[in-house]
Each structure stands twice: as C-alpha cells, then as structure tokens.
C-alpha cells in the first residue's frame, strides 16, 4: 500500500541493517536454526555480516527486548559477564 502526501508518494520507511537481516531471518528457515544455535551476539553478526549486513554484537545486545520483522531479540545472561553492561 502506498501513501500518497502532497501529491507525491511518501518515501518508504528506512530500516537499519540489522532490522533488514531480522527480516532475512524471519524469512529463511535455515538462517533461523544457524542464528537460534550461535552460542553469542557475535556469533550472530558473524552470521549477518557473511550475508553482507553491517550488523555487530553490541548492535544486537543493544536491540535486545524488542522486536522487528517479527523475531525478538533477546539477550541470555551469561556467568562472567557484566549485567547490565549493554543497557
């Protein structure tokens, strides 16, 4: 659906790289697994970037508790690391 705003169409609404390679997850099965077996944010971008998405760890740690293209982030504590850290 396009809006329409003055007469002129309204300019599609940009999404960060990371938004677009959760969009790529929610759409790729096999991503998803890869993505649902990586053990650390990191191992995550390491995923993203592979695909050409300019994503890092701390990106996604700062994500965390929110949603886009339909896949959550969340962020798992780990022992040894420092709670709040990426807050």
């Known amino acids: 659906m396009r809006r329409w ?21 929610q759409a790729d099965p096999d991503l998803r697994q890869q993505v649902s077996e990586a053990i650390t944010a990191d191992a995550v971008a ?5 695909l050409g998405y300019p994503v890092s760890g701390s990106d996604l740690l ?5 949603t886009a ?14 709670p709040g850290r990426y807050v």
């Open 46 to 50: 390491m995923l993203a970037q592979e």
């Open 62 to 66: 700062r994500f965390s508790g929110r």
């Open 5 to 25: 705003w003055h007469g002129r169409e309204q300019p599609a609404v940009t999404t960060t790289p990371l938004e677009q390679f959760l969009a790529r997850v």
């Open 69 to 82: 293209a339909g896949v959550r982030v969340t962020r798992i504590d780990h022992p040894g690391e420092y």
